[in-house]
């Protein structure tokens, strides 16, 4: 979530280029503000910039083990609150995807903590747009998926696919309704369908490029939930042109409507206004694949147009956003 802060929303670049490196940084100017962002499995708590004043601090909350180093992070930058050594701390949080976040309601300071600003993944009911702030998934950085430019091929020619899914089908799940419905009338032909049993969270060169191939080729993305409905895959498949279709129901446990939000699942990107196509149910789909058959390129092109649009803006909206929260916070006002 780090990275794609850094890399997609801020558009900016690391030294060095090596993904594996221990130590990447990177720095740019925004708004009046000078950002120098740190990552790496060097970058432990106990050990960052000394003289920044200001710090954002992204963190991992997905699970236990994760939450527990996390908090590490957070008693270090209580210490260097305590001792002056640092103003102010916003935290930009990777949730967990049942939205059990609770472990970090003490450290904020409208709960007596010292973290100023929460931005948290999901669809978090403590979000409020004062000081608790919905942020984006974003795409699965952690398997490098890159930041893609778009190309005019990428816009313009007709795709071999009305469709993809390239995932794990779990028991009992809406997966399995989905794989059902794509067999039935043969409709999976037409897509790019690789189903696999288990989750696999290291890919291999070949899948990553099946999957980058299969964005490219297929003018639909399907998108069924997992854990949570937002998933990498909607902003991976905004990347390459290729609309998400979206199963809009909630997931089991505490994610929902909050008290800015009432449009729960996805509400950050229904309140962008997203140009998906949802669903409530996989038996919508035939006719939205019909539909697709009769679809000229020129109309498909245009629709990509509009998508990869309403992708950049949101993205640059984000980061204004980031930007002036976080100076509205930190920064003394001018007016006398």
């Known amino acids: 979530v780090g990275l794609y802060l850094w890399q997609h929303i801020f558009g900016g670049h690391l030294e060095p280029a090596d993904v594996t490196a221990q130590w990447r940084e990177g720095s740019q100017k925004a708004g009046k503000t000078y950002f120098s962002f740190l990552t790496g499995p060097s970058v432990v708590p106990g050990y960052f910039s000394v003289e920044a004043e200001h710090v954002v601090l992204v963190l991992n909350g997905r699970e236990p083990a994760k939450v527990a180093y996390a908090t590490q992070w957070l008693h270090y930058a209580q210490t260097l609150m305590d001792t002056r050594k640092i103003q102010h701390v916003a935290v930009v949080l990777l949730g967990n995807e049942r939205c059990s976040n609770a472990w970090i309601q003490p450290y904020l300071k409208r709960n007596g903590g010292f973290v100023d600003l929460?931005?948290?993944?999901?669809?978090?009911?403590?979000?409020?747009?004062?000081?608790?702030?919905?942020?984006?998934?974003?795409?699965?950085?952690?398997?490098?998926?890159?930041?893609?430019?778009?190309?005019?091929?990428?816009?313009?020619?007709?795709?071999?696919?009305?469709?993809?899914?390239?995932?794990?089908?779990?028991?009992?799940?809406?997966?399995?309704?989905l794989m059902e419905i794509l067999k039935q009338d043969g409709l999976d032909k037409l897509c790019w369908i690789?189903?696999?049993?288990?989750?696999?969270?290291?890919?291999?060169?070949?899948?990553?490029?099946?999957?980058?191939?299969?964005?490219?080729?297929?003018?639909?993305?399907?998108?069924?939930?997992?854990?949570?409905?937002?998933?990498?895959?909607?902003?991976?498949?905004?990347?390459?042109?290729?609309?998400?279709?979206?199963?809009?129901?909630?997931?089991?446990?505490?994610?929902?409507?909050?008290?800015?939000?009432?449009?729960?699942?996805?509400?950050?990107?229904?309140?962008?206004?997203?140009?998906?196509?949802?669903?409530?149910?996989?038996?919508?789909?035939?006719?939205?694949?019909?539909?697709?058959k009769t679809m000229s390129l020129q109309e498909k092109i245009q629709r990509r147009k509009k998508l990869l649009e309403w992708y950049r803006n949101f993205k640059a909206w984000m980061r204004q956003k980031f930007i002036n929260t976080l100076e509205n916070s930190f920064l003394p006002s001018d007016k006398g």
């Open 118 to 177: 929460l931005f948290v993944t999901y669809d978090c009911a403590f979000v409020n747009g004062e000081d608790i702030f919905q942020w984006p998934l974003g795409v699965a950085t952690y398997r490098n998926f890159p930041v893609v430019e778009p190309s005019w091929s990428m816009l313009h020619d007709p795709r071999s696919y009305l469709c993809n899914f390239l995932g794990t089908i779990y028991k009992n799940s809406s997966r399995e309704t």
């Open 194 to 292: 690789a189903a696999r049993e288990q989750w696999q969270p290291q890919e291999t060169n070949e899948s990553f490029k099946n999957y980058q191939d299969a964005l490219l080729q297929s003018d639909l993305t399907l998108c069924p939930v997992g854990i949570n409905t937002e998933c990498y895959r909607i902003y991976e498949a905004c990347s390459y042109g290729s609309l998400p279709v979206i199963e809009d129901v909630m997931t089991p446990g505490d994610c929902g409507n909050s008290s800015m939000y009432h449009r729960a699942p996805l509400q950050l990107l229904k309140t962008m206004g997203a140009p998906f196509i949802f669903i409530k149910n996989w038996k919508e789909l035939p006719a939205i694949l019909e539909k697709e």
